[in-house]
């Protein structure tokens, strides 16, 4: 076997470039995001879906089961919809009752699994599972869509490819749990499979097969076929808040590995020196496609739109040097991204995400270096210079503001004793502080900075006098081999926006079309333009940024 040797890169971009809340917020799907790389794996294992029960009344109550094989092993979703009454539908997570529900199954559940989960997903937390159980879900229509899809059906006719456009899914998600929570499986008792090794892989599969069930839903009650290019279209909605957003900091080799990924593909792509005629023509033709998809890019929020309409005429602008004349010239990708520099991040990370796209040899299998199989390994620190050393080196950005001062320390984070959700807190208008999760890393790395001897001690010594600092230290630890494990901010100032934390880890996950709340909960799209079932292997790998298509 020949040595790998690893194709040219150029630099890395910086840690304290890349990990800003900033541009974290400004991040869009790649083909290194978990859907693509579930959907490039199911049409490599030829993958197929059957759907081996449907009990279903003719208003689409009752259950269904999808099963898929592969890797060896077979997965089922265990779909049960529930008739809701209209004052009981809320996205919020205090909600208790949802339009459907769902279990992706370890294997082929026979009539009693198939009962006992019916009669335990509708309870979702109220309920306990069994690690047979891998995710659980659930999910509530698009009552505006979903009925009009019906109504239309009904008549003979499609749906207004209006409305298809504007809303996009017929079901939105509420929640897409995994790794034990209530009982399902731990994560380790399928991280080692085929196809599921990959970070969120369960997750993302049943959010795909819960878009196939909306899809036969919709067909069922409205006695209709939809048009296949309606049906790529609708994907699944999902609601997203806070409690997205602490995975990023407690989970920090995963979300380095994640980066590093991303950031290795991106210094592959601008090495290239030389454009083939394919890589010309694929980019000009995707960058084609964002600019449509920013044209159908539409929310409710003054705010995000504005922002969303500036990005649409940057990138109109931008589009200008994106010629084959320009392409064919030798770097012609280090030019636009260096061109790119003097633009927004959002229109920055759209470019990155856009450079990316033709050429897999380079980047897909980067998507095998993003888990965690190991959890954190880190060198020890042995004195308390060395400790010094490093903050100065890697945690300057923590030393910066005075945490004492009320808009450095205004925000907490902490978990709700009711739903045990984590939930952000005004520390000067709400009580609770004394409750607060270990978020604050930058106030933590700046305090142990302060207590640290300027002499040679030993850091276990140190720690023996000040057992407080654990945490900071192991954090300092981390960074000597994991550089983009840390968010380069405040997280507990008054400037911190948890939407850029969601937007970042939803962008991983393949999600688009933002459509942002307040700046703690956003909805968003998962699987628009995704292959159905049936096509999987026609067309496993070409909806980066979908675009309606009638």
Known sequence: MKDFIPPPQAPLRPPSQVMRLSRMGAMFPTRLSFLRTLMRYLAAERAEVTRPVWQMCPEGFGHAVYAISFGGHTYSLVAVSNALAPEDRTDRVIAEAWDSSYVLYDGVPDAAEIARICA??????AARFTERDLVLSRANRSVRLFAHVVERLRAGAQPEERMVREIGYLMRTTAV??????????????????????????????????????????????????????????????????????????????LNNWMMARETALARVRAVRHLEPVHCDRLMVLAARAARHLAEWQVPDPVHQVRIDRLRAEWSGFMAGITQAALRREGALEHLFQASLAQTEDLQELLVALMLEPFPALVDGLADCMADPLGPIARPLATAEMVRAIIRRAFDWALAPEYAAQAQCRQFWYVSAAKQEPRLGDRFAEPGAELESPLDIGRRIKALFADLPEHAEAVPDFLERHPEHLMAVERVALAEIYPYAEIRDNLIGVDCLPIDMLRCKLAFFGASKFDPKSDRWTRITLCQGAPLADELAARADDWWLPVFAA
Not at 120 to 125: L, N
């Open 177 to 254: 749990y995994g790794n034990g929570k209530f009982g399902i499986a731990d994560r380790s008792c399928i991280d080692t499979r085929p196809g599921l090794s990959g970070p969120f892989m369960a997750e993302m599969l049943t959010v795909w097969l819960i878009r196939q069930f909306t899809h036969d839903l919709v067909e069922h009650v409205g006695r209709g076929r939809l048009d296949r290019s309606l049906k790529r279209h609708l994907g699944i909605g999902n609601s997203t808040g806070l409690g997205m957003a602490p995975f990023l900091v407690t989970h920090p080799v995963l």
């Open 120 to 125: 335990t997903a509708p309870r979702q937390e």
